[in-house]
């Protein structure tokens, strides 16, 4: 038991030592304002793909629906 106290009593000890070594959460970034610019441009470009996608998939859906229906009353 004795030796069990003795264990916590050091881990409890180095514990608090151990966060002082750890790293900061702080990124430090250099990539500057046109690396932002850049990536902002990149992701206008995604989404003017995007849209016309979804909009091409949504007349398709509704092509596939009309169709079922037109069957159905035949």
Not at 35 to 54: N, R, W, Y
Request: hydrophobic content about 55%; proline content about 3%; charged content about 15%.
């Amino acid at each position: 038991m004795k030796t069990l106290t003795t264990l916590f009593a050091a881990v409890a000890g180095i514990a608090p030592a151990a966060t002082a070594f750890a790293a900061s959460g702080a990124r430090e970034d250099n990539s500057g304002i046109y690396s932002t610019i850049f990536l902002g441009l990149c992701a206008l470009i995604v989404v003017g793909q995007l849209v016309p996608a979804a909009m091409v998939m949504l007349g398709f859906a509704k092509g596939i629906r009309k169709e079922t229906k037109a069957t159905e009353h035949a």
